[in-house]
């Protein structure tokens, strides 16, 4: 267990302004390679300018966990904002693909009102926010996260999940010169509204030589429980982006063989003119020995 320290505790404010629904898609997406059982899948639409809408299908949960980017500029400002949820009580809610349907049509009248409180914790410099809700949830949960750095951006994940990154329409991502996204997702593919998708089924990191060694001198068990998870670390850009940095070195380089070419022009002018001054003082010598 990693240490930390509580430092806010804020419950749900029920005076607090309505959240708007109408911000956030709510695509219905699950691993049909799982004999057909419907994960837990966390899905990002990443934007340009600053923020990301985060989509949570849940099954059976009682807390949600973000782990946010600090913003060093707006230290103040709302990690995470205009929660949504639509979902039923755990026990009562069947987690198949017709639910997730039926909710994700849903508006916010038509499912119960769940309580919930936000918890922070910093646990070695990091801030965790924990979403935990009175009872056991199965549904859609979505908000607005900060995302201060733009066009880069990096998940950390806490738990099981199948990950999606929907890119900006117009964007990518994969060039090593501009932007690449670590790990390499699973899977890409082009959305209805030609955006590019990416996924990730597993992102649990795999057992290692420390691993292998804990277990075998130290007599220590570690199940996959036990392993982390790898982070998402993502850098795109405009699709047009690769033909501009193309179009620039072109330029640069037209430019530096200009450079080159008046240089060595000039290293010739130069080496010419000396040879004539030194053949000039060579014919003066001549002359007055004669």
């Known amino acids: 267990m990693a240490s930390g320290c509580i430092d806010e505790l804020v419950p749900v404010d029920e005076e607090a302004v309505a959240p708007d629904l109408s911000t956030y898609e709510l695509q219905v997406f699950y691993d049909t390679t799982e004999e057909g059982d419907l994960l837990n899948t966390t899905t990002f ?12 299908m849940v099954v059976n949960a009682s807390v949600i966990e973000v782990i946010p980017l600090e913003d060093i500029l707006n230290p103040n400002k709302e990690a995470i904002s205009n929660i949504v949820i639509l979902a039923g009580n755990a026990e009562d809610t069947e987690p198949s693909f017709e639910t997730f349907e039926t909710l994700s049509t849903s508006s916010i009248d038509d499912v119960p009102v769940f ?19 009175n009872e056991s949830i199965t549904g859609i949960v979505a908000y607005s996260m900060t995302a201060p750095m733009g066009q880069d951006f990096m998940y950390i994940p806490s738990h099981d999940s199948v990950v999606r990154f929907v890119l900006p329409e117009g964007f990518t991502t994969g060039n090593p010169f501009i932007g690449k996204v670590s790990p390499e997702p699973e ?9 590019e998708v990416l996924v990730w089924y ?22 996959e429980e036990d392993l982390p998870y790898n982070p998402i670390v993502i850098k795109f850009y405009s699709t047009s982006a690769p033909r ?47």
């Open 244 to 290: 501009m940095l193309l179009i620039g070195t072109i330029i640069l380089g037209g430019g530096a063989l200009i450079v080159l070419g008046n240089y060595l022009s000039t290293r010739r002018r130069l080496r010419k003119a000396r040879e004539v001054i030194e053949e000039g003082f060579d014919e003066k010598g001549k002359n007055k020995l004669k």
């Open 115 to 133: 309580n919930y409180t936000m918890e922070e914790e910093v646990i070695r410099g990091q801030k965790h926010i924990y979403m935990k809700f």
């Open 202 to 223: 597993d992102l649990r990191a795999t057992a290692g030589s420390f691993t292998e060694m804990a277990r075998e001198f130290l007599k220590v068990e570690i199940t």
């Open 45 to 56: 639409y990443l934007t340009d300018n600053g923020s990301a809408n985060v989509v949570h």
């Open 187 to 195: 899977e890409r593919y082009f959305d209805d509204l030609n955006r």
